[in-house]
């Protein structure tokens, strides 16, 4: 059942107080905080701190709801490489693997769990993160069914959707968000960090190319290893594979734009693992 949320006017006092929040994240995001009772925060297991939104965790908090930290995508990483301070630090968490299929029914326990602490007739649960984390994924997996859509290109979910996991506990899903601030910013450093962390896909960024540049100075050994290099510098990475999948322009150069994002596009799937 895939359902568009609306949100009636009675809704509007509350929105009031909120205010001030309204330049610190979109308005989708707020609402879904506003709304609901417990949040599950979706982080990719790998890179757990990049892809938190502290500004988001604060405004949760002070509202007193829940958080529920989800480590996804545990399958492209060893979970016992997650130190135990930072574990310890996000309590309650889940590890969870969509892809394998993993730690669905935990985490659907405990939020039915966390949900019968809460004394009303129906509990909301919003799913939030960075684009690209798996939001939709979690919730497939909760349901047990493709109900909410995924896509490999991060931003994929547009709009707030409303998904029923049990009679009383409504997931909603939401588009993802990378922290305004952060955003904004044209600052290649930044840009590169959430092509990182596949917030931002290798078909949604401008210089592909220095993109791949700045991982591969970071993770040579993960780069050289995946595509076999022996050299260490990226142009010989990029001319090596624009040959090998012909990945030509005119006068048979290699093509290095297209070629850097088939890199990228293998990073951000997790072929290339650095961990
Ligand atoms: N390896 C791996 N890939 C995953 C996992 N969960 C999701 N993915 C992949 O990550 C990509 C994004 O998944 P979505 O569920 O669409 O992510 P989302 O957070 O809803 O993305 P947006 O709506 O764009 O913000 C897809 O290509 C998924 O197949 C996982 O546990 N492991
Ligand atoms: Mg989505």
Not at 96 to 124: F, M, P
Not at 157 to 167: A, D, F, P, R
Not at 201 to 221: G, N, Q, S, W
């Amino acid at each position: 059942m895939r359902v568009r949320y609306s949100f009636s006017s009675r809704h509007t006092g509350r929105l009031k107080n909120i205010k001030k929040q309204r330049e610190k994240f979109p308005n989708l995001l707020r609402k879904v905080i506003e709304f609901s009772d417990i949040i599950l925060e979706i982080l990719d297991a790998r890179f757990i701190d990049e892809t938190r939104n502290l500004v988001i965790e604060e405004a949760i908090k002070e509202r007193d709801k829940i958080i529920i930290y989800i480590f996804n995508k545990i399958d492209l990483i060893d979970k016992e490489k997650i130190s135990k301070e930072k574990l310890h630090n996000l309590l309650p968490y889940a590890f969870i693997s969509c892809q394998e299929h993993r730690g669905g029914k935990y985490l659907r326990n405990k939020i039915k769990a966390e949900a019968k602490k809460i004394n009303k007739e129906k509990v909301i649960v919003g799913v939030i993160g960075y684009p690209n984390t798996g939001k939709s994924s979690v919730i497939n997996l909760l349901i047990g069914k493709s109900s909410a859509k995924t896509g490999k290109e991060a931003g994929f979910t547009k709009g707030i959707q409303k998904l029923k996991l049990t009679e009383n506990i409504i997931l909603l899903d939401s588009p993802g968000v990378i922290p305004t601030a952060k955003y904004s910013s044209k600052e290649i450093g930044a840009i590169a960090e959430h092509a990182k962390v596949g917030a931002r896909t290798y078909d949604r960024v401008k210089d592909a190319e220095m993109i791949v540049a700045r991982l591969f100075r970071v993770y040579t050994k993960a780069f050289q290893d995946f595509y076999k290099l022996k050299k260490d510098n990226v142009e010989e990475l990029i001319e090596q594979l624009g040959r090998q999948k012909n990945i030509l322009k005119k006068g048979n150069e290699v093509d290095a734009d297209k070629t850097s994002r088939v890199i990228l596009k293998d990073w951000q799937e997790g072929k290339i693992s650095p961990f």
